[in-house]
């Protein structure tokens, strides 16, 4: 474990202190197939944390997409306390990481966590929300365009869906339907709710407009570790 300062800032909490704890495991790398690069930005993406907050790469990156929409200057934290955010209905679907105790503080916030719901078919009704959140769920998702066609319909005409999903951007997402079965982290191994249905790729922002957004914007943060999709209706 490394403590560095860096020129990058936190965009959930303000800070600019972070440390380094390796995520990845061989096995893991090897069922992948990742080369030596690609393994160490993804341990970047999932293991360098934000010293002051805990947020990791891939949160910060979330956090800079929501306050890209909202053309905010952020950090996340100052941005949920406006009182020109208040009326913000916000949809996070499953934990977001450290966003879910910054999010909840917004008054019209709903979380919706599997399994008592399933992304594929949201018990809302079409324009609920503003805002659409979710954090590397979508690759768990048996029906991924289905999942992002529920977010789409349940987003206001001027709603946006930020999400964040691991990505290999060296290749084309492919189906994991057919392969050895991959389970994220070594602690939920056998578990089926973390089972890994999908790896994305570098089209990803194809699966976005098919499921009818009219625009998918790649937000980095620390590129190619940290990066967010922001997409809107
Ligand atoms: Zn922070």
Redo the contacts with the bound molecule.
């Keep these: 474990m490394t403590a560095e300062r860096s020129p990058d800032l936190?965009h959930?909490?303000?800070?600019y202190r972070f440390q380094h704890t390796p995520i990845l495991w061989p096995e893991l790398v090897q069922m992948w197939g990742l080369s030596p690069a690609e393994a160490a930005y993804i341990d970047i993406q999932q293991g360098t944390r934000?010293l002051?907050?805990g947020?990791n790469v891939r949160s910060i990156a979330l956090a800079l997409a929501i306050l890209r929409w909202r053309q905010h200057e952020g950090p996340l934290t100052r941005f949920v306390e406006e009182e020109s955010q208040a009326a913000l209905r916000v949809l996070e679907i499953n934990e977001a990481g450290t966003l879910h105790g910054v999010l909840r503080l917004l008054p019209s916030h709903r979380i919706a966590s599997y399994p008592e719901v399933d992304m594929t078919r949201l018990p809302f009704a079409d324009g609920s929300f503003n805002l659409v959140v979710h954090s590397d769920t979508l690759e768990h998702v048996p029906d991924p365009a289905r999942g992002l066609r529920e977010c789409w319909r349940v987003l206001d005409t001027a709603g946006a869906l930020a999400l964040t999903v691991p990505a290999v951007l060296g290749r084309l997402s492919r189906s994991r339907v057919g392969l050895p079965p991959s389970y994220h982290g070594a602690a939920h191994a056998d578990n089926p709710h973390m089972l890994v249905h999908t790896e994305f790729g570098a089209d990803l922002w194809v699966a976005v407009l098919d499921a009818g957004f009219s625009s998918c914007e790649l937000v980095p943060y620390r590129f190619p570790s940290g990066l967010a999709v922001l997409a809107r209706r």
Excluded: A, R
């Design positions: 936190c959930v909490c303000g800070g934000c002051d907050c947020s």
